[in-house]
Each structure stands twice: as structure tokens, then as C-alpha cells.
């Protein structure tokens, strides 16, 4: 399986804190993304980054890549109760990693 | 609007019968995906298509069928050779199978449907 991992599987944090996961592949990439899953529910686009790039923002995310390790983090800050989900990355050959389940608590 | 449907949200099988499950999308693209997740686990991906009248398989392709006749439409056939197909079934789409970065080509998800065989 091609398949990559994200860790921690699990996180509980406070709300206002930050929060960081991670994620590694095994392939090389041209890009990967970090999408975000409500429970029970479809996933969600988040934020691309390109394999020239070593960090990207959008709003409260922050994603940083690092091909030479073929790892990937996902920080985000301020957390708020509705940013509980999972959160998962994927490389442009449509692979998905295993998720991150994200819990704020309010 | 434009987006991705998924139907039914909820079914049932009993071991033995073949099901279909609906992926429908009226966002012009090219390509369309079928993953299977199951519980507190990540997508695995059964099959693609990256045009009309082509599909390839995926990781877990066995058990399953797919078919590509419109641009639109991506339906999934489990059988009963599924040994173990309870699971939540998750279709998408994108402009290209292979990502090129462009702004907008990530992958659209519909809403998934949860199959239970009794």
C-alpha cells in the first residue's frame, strides 16, 4: 500500500491553544494537500502546497513541507470548538493518509 | 449549484446481494474516484476514472465494479465477492486524475454512503 500516515492519530487540545499534525508519505510529489472530515461526512479542501514551496498560510492554517524527509505538517492556531474533525493529507496521486482526529474542547 | 451527489446515504445489504451506490457530478470534470473508509481509518482508493469509457483499479479493487458511460455519473457495484464491505463509501472528483497545483484542482467530496451488510 502507498498509503501514508499522519500522527498523532489522535490530539485533544483546549480551545485558543495550537495544534500541530503531522504526515509523511512514501512517494515523490509534485504537491499534496490536507483536507478536513466533519464525522460521518465528506471531506473538505483545506490548503495545497507545492513541492517548491516549504510553507504556505491560509487564514489560521500554516503547512510546511519537507520532500528531502517526505513530511508534511498542519498547524493550526487558535483552535476553536468547531475545528474539531479529522484531518488528513494527500499527495497529487490521489493517496490519503490515515487522519489525524482532531478534538477541541470548549 | 454545482457539486457532487451521493445516494443513498444510508443502505443495507444482505450478504449475498450485489449493490449499486450513485456518484453523480455536474462540475465538468474529467476525472472521478471511489475510497472506501472504515472506522477511525483513512480513504482507501477501489477505483478511478480519468475519462469517459475508462476507469483503473485502485488499492482494493476486488469485490468491486465501476463503469464510466457518462462524464457525469461514476456508479459502484459491490458483489458479493466483497468478503467484508460494511464500510462508508466516499466519491469525489477533480479536474485531472494527477494534480497539477493549479489553483482549483483539488478533489470534491460528496457526502458518502454508509453500507451495512446485515
Known amino acids: 500500500s502507498q498509503q501514508g500516515e499522519e500522527d498523532p492519530q489522535a490530539l485533544s487540545i483546549q480551545e485558543g491553544e495550537n495544534a500541530t499534525m503531522n504526515c509523511s508519505y512514501k512517494?515523490?510529489?509534485?504537491?499534496l494537500q490536507w483536507y478536513r472530515q466533519n464525522s460521518g461526512r465528506g471531506l473538505v479542501h483545506l490548503i495545497l502546497i507545492r513541492s517548491n514551496e516549504r510553507e504556505k498560510h491560509s487564514g489560521r492554517l500554516r503547512v510546511t513541507l519537507d520532500t528531502s524527509k517526505k513530511s508534511s505538517s498542519l498547524l493550526i492556531t487558535a483552535s476553536r470548538a468547531a475545528d474539531t474533525a479529522s484531518y488528513f493529507c494527500a499527495t497529487d496521486k490521489r493517496i490519503f493518509g490515515t487522519g489525524t482526529r482532531l478534538k477541541v474542547l470548549a | 449549484d454545482g457539486g457532487i451527489t451521493q445516494s443513498p446515504k444510508y443502505l443495507f445489504r444482505k450478504e449475498g446481494q450485489n449493490v449499486t451506490l450513485s456518484c453523480e457530478q455536474n462540475l465538468n470534470h474529467d476525472a472521478m474516484y471511489w475510497y472506501r473508509q472504515d472506522p477511525g481509518q483513512g480513504l482507501r482508493l477501489i477505483y478511478y476514472s480519468q475519462i469517459v469509457n475508462d476507469f483503473q483499479k485502485g488499492d482494493i479493487a476486488e469485490g468491486y465494479s465501476v463503469s464510466r458511460e457518462k462524464k457525469e455519473s461514476f456508479p459502484l457495484t459491490v458483489t458479493s465477492a466483497q468478503k467484508n464491505p460494511t464500510a462508508f463509501y466516499l466519491c469525489?472528483?477533480?479536474?485531472?486524475?494527477?494534480?497539477?497545483?493549479?489553483?482549483?484542482?483539488?478533489?470534491?467530496f460528496g457526502p458518502g454512503t454508509r453500507l451495512t451488510v446485515l
Open positions: 512517494t515523490s510529489i509534485n504537491n
Open positions: 469525489a472528483s477533480s479536474i485531472d486524475f494527477l494534480d497539477s497545483g493549479v489553483v482549483g484542482d483539488e478533489q470534491f
